[in-house]
């Protein structure tokens, strides 16, 4: 299989997968993802950052590739945003301001743009697109000139900031100076990039150190071997820091793979660029410029495509995996079967809680009646010690703190207002079910049965008409020097009283007992059916996800096989 039949199928099945993550709210960031592949695919983008401390050559070493002097080099410190070299037919440039603004320039005006020491004469400024017909960008290749890693922090940062999207990354060295702490510690960080595949190192300034070397076969010789040197110093220096560090397994594994040997060349991006002003060949052959930039172009190719395979597996896999993923919220159909049968649990069991919890109120009741004589016996000692009849707030006050608060505690006790047992059953059978379904009382045929009013409530309402019948001015409250009536009336309210809550007890059962039956009927007539439907919906989504998360496989499998069958070949 040939690499257009490859991504020929990477691209079907990316159009495929897209098609399959539509209708999945979850699945915004990979859908993305998918989309950036499949541009990625038609375009086969792929991006080298050229990357060094400051005076190591990497303007040079682009102006070389490109085959005359376009990017800004002096002896101090000079580019401060990122060049980004496209191929184009016309020479130019457009910069690019953090604002959004753009502008044309011409070639030779670039380095007033991209210059440190131009930097406060212009609007910030977020990249230079630098146009040129250049071959090793013919291809959707580009070229980024980043700023020395050394120069200060900014700039430090305007390099760091590409990394995450560049594929590869020529790293420039001096062969003039040995490899520095700094190096080193830039290098672990760009084999520590999880998006970058590839690093090509460039030893730079080759012709300073074979200047001594006037014969040809000994200066090769000499050639090699110091590059070779330099090349086996690379990998143990950064497995060496790596360690340090502490970094993961798998970084360090990845730095075995990418130096042992480093894929590094011996070049003099001066000499290149003089043989091709002077029409120099030997100078240019000496340069090594050509091998060094025809292998680039190579490796840019092979890792182009590669990359782009890798890049859409690796997102056809995550699709895969959110396919397989519910949805955030979304029921599963063993959930949605669980709650109903909690629902059928519920209409089988809700009247047997609700007698169960009345019968346990019964103490609670004789409780609150048995405290009662004391209570009403502690307002006949304040009428006997103050002036006589109290007045209708102070009546109010006393009736309901110190006789109705010490009663509605006892009566509390085993009939709170908000049952926790029935409130659990209630909550817990009822309506957690229905909500796992996606129900609602409101969204219901028929509606939702409404609890009937507490115990306590009417008994309380008792207590205040016994009371106050007497206590209050304007009922027949008796003579408050007349203890033995004070006492009589005292015994007739609390026996008025207990008989009224007597009474209220199985009123208040009855009524309890009846809305547990109405909402058994209220469960079984109108809840149960919608609650299956939801159900059966809820089980034909989970067989359509067990039918998509198949089919997502098998586009992958296809796809794997793809790059499996090109690679092979």
Partial sequence: MNHQEMLYALNGGIIRMQEMLAPREASGEVAGYLSQCLNLIQTKRYRVAVVG?????????????????????????????????VYGQTPGATVHYKSGETEAIALENLAAYVTQRQLEDVPPIREVIVRYPTVICQNNVELLDTPGLNDDDAMSRVTLSVLPEVDAVLVVISADSPLSDTEVNNICRLVASESIYDIVFALSFMDTVMEDYDEKGERDRRFDAFVRNRA?????????????????????????????????????AKQMLTGLATNNRALIEESRFTVFSKELLTIVTAKQIEHTADAALLALRE????????????????????AVRALEEYAKTIR?????????????????????????NGIARLMLDGEGMLSASESEEIIGGQIMEPVRQALMQGLPEADSTIEQAWRYGLMTPMETL??????????????????????????KAAVFSWALPGGQAPDATDHRALVQAIQQAVTRYGEALRAEIPRARTVWL?????????????????????????????????????AAQDILIACEQAVSEYMGS
């Fill in 319 to 338: 699709a895969v995996r959110t396919i397989r993923r519910a949805p955030r919220g979304r029921v599963t159909d063993s959930q949605a079967e669980a």
């Fill in 352 to 376: 047997g809680v609700v007698h169960g919890r009345l019968a346990m109120g019964g103490g609670a009741v004789e409780k609150a009646l048995a405290i009662l004589p004391t209570l009403m």
């Fill in 53 to 85: 401390e400051f005076n190591r050559g990497k303007s040079s070493l682009i102006d070389a590739l490109l085959g005359m002097h376009i990017l800004p080099v002096d002896i101090v410190p000079t580019t401060a945003v990122i060049n980004r070299v």
């Fill in 232 to 268: 086996a110093a690379i990998g143990p220096a950064v497995e060496k820091r790596l360690n340090e560090t502490g970094a993961e397994p798998q970084v360090l594994e990845k730095a075995r793979a990418l130096f042992s040997p480093p894929r590094i060349y011996g070049i003099s």
């Fill in 514 to 550: 009846r809305w547990a039956d109405r909402q058994a009927q209220w469960v079984l007539d109108i809840v149960l059916p919608a609650a299956t439907a939801a159900r059966w919906k809820i089980a034909a989504q989970a067989a359509a996800d067990l039918k998509a998360i198949g």
């Fill in 438 to 463: 996606g129900l609602s009382a409101q969204s219901l045929s028929a509606p939702f049965p409404p609890p009937p009013d507490t115990l306590p409530a009417a008994a309380l309402a008792c207590l």
